[in-house]
């Protein structure tokens, strides 16, 4: 459910682009009626529709992802404000000077976000928060996780890098779909081999429930 929840912004992202790029004057009319007051010059180009629809769309998706938490009473974790707080701020722009180079750069700013809040916690502090993810059925040593830790901050700092140059280097409509395939893509082939490391160190399913 939380992964699903956690891909919906992304998911939306993708359909409402693809959607707004076969309706570009539907798009560019809808918009300028009815956000043209957020936009530089209060007109929205044919052009320019897709991925401006596509970013409000995304913003509101975030926002729409806490307000369900929220009402459900459940904890909303600092990253998905920070990702709130980054969609807002470079969305915003983007509608306004109606420029994607904004919204191109969320995934790797969350990225690096993500990247950095984990050499902190769990590199330098040496907190141990994918331990504490993986719900007491890991028992490794100190030095296994300490590896995850720069396994995972190295991948988010590469995730960073590697959207930037798809972003500046390809069309729009590339990096909007390596935005939906590429990274998701990545992300679950870099966790299905966590796991494989991870799986000689998998307590027995008794040890693991009477130790939760």
Same mark, same amino acid.
């Given at each position: 459910?939380?992964?699903l929840?956690?891909l919906?912004?992304?998911i @939306?992202?993708?359909?409402?682009?693809?959607w707004?790029?076969? !309706?570009?004057?539907?798009?560019?009319?809808? @918009?300028?009626? !009815?956000?043209?007051?957020?936009?530089?010059?209060?007109?929205?180009?044919?052009?320019e %529709?897709?991925?401006l629809?596509?970013?409000v769309?995304v913003?509101?998706?975030?926002?729409?992802?806490?307000?369900?938490l929220? @009402?459900?009473r459940? +904890?909303?974790d600092?990253?998905?404000?920070a990702?709130?707080?980054?969609?807002?701020?470079?969305?915003?722009?983007?509608?306004?000077?109606?420029?994607?180079?904004f919204?191109?750069?969320? +995934? $790797?700013v969350?990225?690096?976000?993500?990247g950095?809040g984990?050499?902190?916690? #769990?590199v330098?502090?040496?907190?141990?928060m994918?331990?504490q993810?993986?719900?007491?059925?890991?028992? %490794?040593p100190?030095?296994?996780?300490?590896?995850?830790?720069w396994?995972?901050?190295?991948?988010? %700092?590469?995730?960073?890098? @590697?959207?930037?140059y798809?972003? /500046?280097?390809? +069309?729009?409509?590339?990096?909007?779909s390596?935005?939906?395939?590429?990274?998701?893509?990545? $992300?679950?082939? /870099?966790?299905? %081999?966590?796991?494989?490391?991870?799986s000689?160190?998998?307590?027995?399913? #008794?040890?693991?429930?009477?130790?939760?």
């Amino acid at each position: 459910m939380k992964f699903l929840l956690d891909l919906l912004p992304v998911i @939306l992202f993708f359909v409402s682009y693809k959607w707004a790029d076969g !309706h570009k004057e539907q798009t560019a009319a809808w @918009l300028t009626g !009815h956000l043209g007051f957020a936009v530089s010059g209060g007109t929205v180009g044919v052009t320019e %529709a897709p991925v401006l629809l596509a970013t409000v769309v995304v913003i509101l998706a975030t926002v729409l992802q806490i307000g369900f938490l929220k @009402l459900l009473r459940k +904890p909303v974790d600092k990253m998905l404000w920070a990702s709130l707080g980054i969609v807002v701020v470079l969305g915003g722009l983007t509608l306004w000077f109606h420029d994607e180079t904004f919204i191109k750069w969320k +995934p $790797t700013v969350i990225y690096w976000v993500m990247g950095g809040g984990l050499l902190v916690t #769990e590199v330098v502090l040496g907190r141990k928060m994918l331990r504490q993810m993986m719900g007491g059925q890991v028992d %490794a040593p100190d030095v296994v996780w300490r590896r995850l830790g720069w396994a995972w901050v190295v991948f988010f %700092a590469l995730m960073g890098v @590697l959207n930037l140059y798809v972003a /500046f280097n390809y +069309p729009l409509d590339t990096w909007v779909s390596f935005k939906m395939w590429g990274s998701l893509g990545l $992300t679950l082939v /870099f966790t299905l %081999a966590q796991g494989i490391y991870l799986s000689r160190h998998m307590l027995p399913e #008794e040890v693991s429930s009477s130790q939760g």
